[in-house]
């Protein structure tokens, strides 16, 4: 960075920002003539980005979670990503994960995420301040917010806007659901392949990205205050599905249960599609919005939901 400002190729980014009110904090005092002692060295420069960066792995792990929950859900979303898995890395091979030639081509990977994070933000609401009068255009009027005004957003909302999101960039060839969900919108439905710019409607044969208008997607928030770990999240999800998914294929474990007569016996499809849909919906907003599956009241329905990872390519051991 300090390289980069001698070659006047600086970036208006938080590391300049920090560097600038270092640098402003060492000037000579007018008033006192004395230096001001509060400005930051290297190293905590370098704590406070590793900060900024890594501390909201918590909703990382929760996206993960949720992502999971859905692809067991929705196994022939497995499929669709094991065709661009096997593309980019085929199991056995010995080569390195380099960042530049593997990220930018993991857009299946990428919109798994992006899916998951549309249906479940972190933060079910984002607080913002006016610093000037706004005026908010509707149907019947014009509001004024006046300077000041703390507004909360609602994401949720916002992420299933079917003016947006409702049957994007839907395939032809592709189902309407797994299964029957009467009358679901489909905004309301998990499908990654949304975010997939079909390459006949482009002139690149390369899909590419879906680019929401602006304030239409906003898990990690938007403007000046946007989430400065969002690039490095996007990574490690990317990178952890990658992994899983070039050995294994996901598969839920169903529960024992005791039927009306007190037999136990496994629980049957329909069981469990139900039990996964019941686990998604009772999520709960604490840090970040989470999955409630650690409360010891429910009894059995506390144990959350368990995985199979079953080998795609026979090395001995069929699953684990």
């Known amino acids: 960075m300090r390289s980069a400002e001698r070659e006047g190729l600086a970036r208006n980014n938080i590391l300049s920002m920090l560097l600038n009110a270092s640098k402003e904090a060492e000037r000579i005092s007018p008033i006192t003539g004395e230096q001001n002692k509060n400005s930051l060295s290297d190293q905590e420069i370098m704590g406070n980005i590793f900060i900024f960066t890594s501390a909201g792995f918590d909703s990382t792990a929760n996206t993960l979670a949720y992502a999971l929950v859905y692809l067991v ?24 994960l380099e960042y530049t030639n593997i990220f930018p081509k993991a857009i299946r990977c990428l919109s798994l995420m992006l899916e998951t994070l549309r ?17 908010v255009r509707t149907s ?16 949720v909302v916002v992420h299933l806007d079917p003016g947006v999101w409702r049957n994007l960039n839907r395939n032809e060839s592709e189902p309407v659901s797994d299964k029957d969900d009467g009358d679901i919108p ?35 928030s938007s403007g000046p205050r946007v989430c400065p770990g969002q690039k490095m999240a996007q990574v490690e999800f990317v990178a952890i599905f990658l992994v899983l998914l070039r050995d294994y294929r996901l598969e839920a474990m169903k529960l024992v249960i ?6 136990e016996r496994e629980e049957t499809d ?22 409630d599956v650690y ?16 080998r795609r390519h026979a090395t001995g051991t069929q699953a684990t």
């Open 119 to 135: 249906l479940h933000p972190p933060l079910v609401h984002l607080g913002k301040m006016t610093e000037a009068p706004q005026f």
């Open 270 to 291: 329909d069981e469990l599609r139900e039990r996964i849909v019941r686990l998604v919906n009772k999520s709960v907003s604490k840090v970040t919005q989470e999955m």
């Open 73 to 96: 859900q929705n196994p022939r979303y497995q499929d669709w990503l094991f065709e661009e898995v096997d593309a980019l890395i085929p199991s056995g091979s010995d080569e390195p």
């Open 295 to 310: 409360n010891i009241a429910d009894g059995e329905h506390s144990r959350g939901l368990g995985f199979r990872l079953i």
């Open 186 to 220: 489909d905004e309301c439905k998990f499908r990654p392949s949304r975010w997939i710019i079909n390459p006949t409607d482009t002139e690149n044969t390369q899909p590419k990205l879906f680019q929401p208008p602006k304030g239409t997607f906003i898990p990690w």
């Open 258 to 263: 005791r039927d009306a007569s007190g037999e």
């Open 140 to 155: 019947t009027s014009d509001i004024e917010i006046p300077t000041g005004a703390t507004i909360y957003i609602n994401s």
